[in-house]
């Protein structure tokens, strides 16, 4: 009598079986190797949109008349909220980590200067991590500049000949703002998500509906067999995927990459663990591959693709709704990925975030592993 095959041999051959499925699905090669060049190339330009509500430092080294009016006119402007401080050290590491999109420094002298005849410098610092953002923040910081400066000259009667304020302004982190730096790492996003969850939530209703499952049972396989035998290929086919964009941007359309590639890996294998429970939790409770596809792409793509702050920024959302975005992954990831590529190993963004992709992680892949059945009934 055969000898059974071992646990180990049962996982590698259905492991095969699913890696010959991909190859020879012209969907899943498209969608893990075609669709990211092309994300790559409608990513290149960026929809501009207005923003609200921007976190913004005002540094006022010493406070004057003047530099308190400067100050009313960012808070009075509708479009900054001001935070206040005597150092701009106090500010810098706000401005790293995301909590603040600009720093606007009034120095010691700026009334002194101003009154004495002499130019002004007003410095302006604005984190452009996000391209979209970093460009508006620094035209609404020079426009607030500029109207606070011609209601000085209506007030006090002077017209020109008080001379005008002179801001210094300095972008971080994406100094060109290149709107292809700030949406690669979120095409990343989206196209784990379309591997993770779109094309995983077919993988088992395809069995069920084509009458292999049958088969795939009669094996003895166990619940855990069958689970990882359809996550490992998936989960190569995403890495590869991930590799691929993160390649030809860096190297081939100048992408800034100034964080670690473990890291990289790292937080996009965790991503990579929620988008494939999500995707066999769907495909294991619809056994209907046209049910799966829809399910994934309401609860899977459209929330990677609007409510992640890739093309429709988070802070110009209503609070409704950023509230919303809160409980979907996409967002962490997105801004992990962003301050990997343009900040660099910021820890005080990557690892909260990390820590909220992996317990986003845990929870699908144990619930997709509940969600798979070993039995016709």
């Not at 101003?114 to 620094?138: D, F, I, K, W």
Request: proline letters at 6%; hydrophobic letters at 50%; one cysteine or more.
């Amino acid at each position: 009598m055969p000898t059974p095959p071992s646990r180990a041999k049962r996982i590698w051959s259905l492991i095969q079986k699913e890696s010959r499925q991909i190859v020879r699905d012209p969907s899943s090669i498209m969608m893990a190797f075609v669709l990211p060049m092309i994300l790559l190339g409608l990513f290149t330009y960026g929809v501009s949109l207005d923003l609200r509500h921007i976190s913004i430092g005002v540094v006022v080294e010493r406070m004057t008349p003047e530099a308190d009016s400067l100050v009313a006119a960012f808070r009075s402007s509708g479009y900054f909220r001001v935070r206040l401080a005597e150092d701009r050290r106090l500010l810098e590491p706000l401005l790293v980590s995301g909590q603040v999109q600009a720093v606007v420094v009034i120095p010691a002298d700026f009334a002194d200067r101003r009154l004495s005849g002499q130019p002004s410098p007003v410095q302006v610092l604005v984190r452009a991590a996000e391209a979209n953002t970093g460009e508006l923040v620094l035209n609404y910081t020079e426009g607030t500049l500029r109207q606070w400066q011609q209601n000085q000259w209506v007030a006090q009667g002077l017209g020109a000949r008080l001379p005008g304020v002179q801001w210094e302004p300095r972008i971080w982190f994406n100094p060109e703002a290149d709107y292809l730096a700030a949406m690669l790492p979120g095409s990343i996003a989206v196209v784990m998500t379309l591997i993770g969850t779109m094309l995983t939530s077919l993988v088992v209703a395809r069995e069920w509906e084509r009458g292999t499952m049958e088969s795939l049972l009669s094996m003895g396989l166990s619940r855990a067999e069958l689970f990882l035998g359809k996550f490992f290929p998936y989960f190569l086919l995403g890495m590869l995927a991930m590799e691929l964009i993160s390649v030809v941007g860096v190297v081939f359309l100048g992408v800034p990459f100034r964080g670690s590639w473990w890291v990289l890996h790292l937080v996009t294998a965790v991503y990579l663990g929620y988008a494939l429970g999500l995707g066999l939790t769907v495909s294991s409770l619809t056994r209907s591959q046209f049910l799966a596809t829809q399910a994934a792409l309401i609860i899977g793509f459209l929330p990677s693709f609007l409510l992640s702050g890739l093309v429709f920024e988070i802070q110009s959302m209503p609070a409704a709704i950023r509230m919303l975005t809160c409980v979907f992954p996409p967002r962490y990831f997105v801004t992990v990925l962003r301050t990997l590529f343009l900040a660099g190993d910021v820890w005080d963004v990557v690892l909260p975030n990390t820590a909220i992709l992996l317990l986003f992680a845990g929870v699908l892949l144990g619930w997709a592993m509940r969600a798979t059945r070993t039995n016709l009934a």
